[in-house]
Every structure is written in structure tokens, then in C-alpha cells.
């Protein structure tokens, strides 16, 4: 079963918009991850919060998370056609002993 | 640093045969995943490694998926028979973690795409 829930699971934004996605998870957690991961290629780490960090910067992204609401939320500032790409988040669970589980994905497409 | 290495990259078998993936983890990385993604989901784990110890194996259909981390570096999922429904992409992912550390991220391999016919 999966852990964490994409929202939207599709996005479509022009050029130079922000992007902004939501994972929703049910169990307590140790961390929370994102990856991104272009067609046809394997999944590349992004950002780990941890479960007592409410948000972080890397770059031109930004992750929040709320422990009180289980949820979490990835924004890419000023897109690029290069940010085209399915992004997933991933739950580090407290009962599972450092396995992650991944959610469904958010299909990001940037237009040029 | 080397990433993680998958071979093959992409495999065509017919149902009821046999198949293996091969991985090379990072150098040093004690943990190491293999994963399954079928096409528009999520990665789902199959089996989880500490060195050459299984730590989580509840997810692997163990009547026709065996996996082995010999010397605790490289690794070997095999399924026999394959059935339609394995058709997916398996990923091989290590962890400088330990288990239970929860400090970095995995570093995945590029897959390889297995189509059953």
C-alpha cells in the first residue's frame, strides 16, 4: 500500500511559473523525501526534511511539512523546461526501519 | 562519485522464463533496495539489504523472485518463471544510511525496463 498520496497528479504550467505539489501521508514519520525522476530514467533525490524541520531550500525549490496535518509540499520556483519530469514524494516510517515508500507521482509539464 | 550501475538495461523475455538483474551499489553504501515501478506508479519496494543481510523481504513474491547481496556490495534479483504482469522497471537503489539512520537519500540506478510477452 502506499504511504504518500501526490496531489495534483498531473500539472501543466508555462515557462517561468511556480510549480507547486502536495503529498499527503498516514503514519508517523522519521523523514520525507522527494525525488524527481525524468522518462525513462531512474529517480534522483532532491530534498529530505525531517520530522522536526518545517522547511527547507535547495535551490529554486522549497519544501514544507506539516506533522500535525501529515502532509508536505514541494514548490519549484521559476520552471524550466528542463523541470519537466515526474515527481515523487517518499515517507520514511517510523515503524519501518529506513525503508522508503513512494507515492503515485506528479507529472510535471513545463511549456516552453 | 560512480553511481549505482544496472545491467541490462532493458530485457525482452516470454512468460515462463527466466531472468536476473544485476546491480553495483556505491562504494561504502551499506543498504541497498531493489524496487519495482510498473509504468505511471510509484517505485514499490521489494527487498531491502544491510550489507549482506536481508532486512525487509515482506514485499517479494518469494515463490518467483529471489534476490542475494554476496560480500555485501553487489547484488542479483532473479524471478523465474516471469509472468505478464512482471513487466516493469527495476530499480536498484543504495543508502549511505544504515538501517534506521534516516540521514540521506538514496542514490537510484537507471533501471532495467523488463517487458514480458
Known amino acids: 500500500s502506499q504511504q504518500g498520496e501526490e496531489d495534483p497528479q498531473a500539472l501543466s504550467i508555462q515557462e517561468g511559473e511556480n510549480a507547486t505539489m502536495n503529498c499527503s501521508y498516514k503514519?508517523?514519520?522519521?523523514?520525507l523525501q522527494w525525488y524527481r525522476q525524468n522518462s525513462g530514467r531512474g529517480l534522483v533525490h532532491l530534498i529530505l526534511i525531517r520530522s522536526n524541520e518545517r522547511e527547507k531550500h535547495s535551490g529554486r525549490l522549497r519544501v514544507t511539512l506539516d506533522t500535525s496535518k501529515k502532509s508536505s509540499s514541494l514548490l519549484i520556483t521559476a520552471s524550466r523546461a528542463a523541470d519537466t519530469a515526474s515527481y515523487f514524494c517518499a515517507t520514511d516510517e517510523k515503524a519501518a526501519g529506513n525503508k522508503l515508500t513512494f507515492g503515485g507521482g506528479t507529472r510535471v509539464l513545463v511549456k516552453p | 562519485e560512480a553511481g549505482v550501475a544496472q545491467s541490462p538495461r532493458y530485457k525482452i523475455i516470454e512468460k515462463r522464463q527466466s531472468v536476473a538483474f544485476w546491480c553495483n551499489p556505491i562504494?561504502?553504501?551499506?543498504?541497498l533496495y531493489w524496487y519495482q515501478q510498473i509504468l505511471g506508479q510509484g517505485p514499490k519496494l521489494l527487498i531491502q539489504f544491510q550489507n549482506n543481510g536481508v532486512v525487509d523481504d515482506s514485499q517479494l513474491p518469494k515463490d518467483r523472485f529471489s534476490a542475494e547481496r554476496l560480500k555485501g556490495v553487489d547484488s542479483t534479483l532473479k524471478i523465474q518463471p516471469a509472468k505478464l504482469e512482471d513487466s516493469a522497471v527495476y530499480l536498484c537503489?543504495?543508502?549511505?544510511?544504515?538501517?534506521?539512520?534516516?540521514?540521506?537519500?538514496?542514490?537510484f540506478g537507471s533501471g532495467t525496463r523488463l517487458t514480458v510477452v
Open positions: 537503489a543504495s543508502s549511505l544510511d544504515l538501517v534506521g539512520a534516516g540521514i540521506y537519500g538514496y542514490t
Open positions: 503514519t508517523s514519520i522519521n523523514n
Open positions: 562504494s561504502g553504501h551499506a543498504t
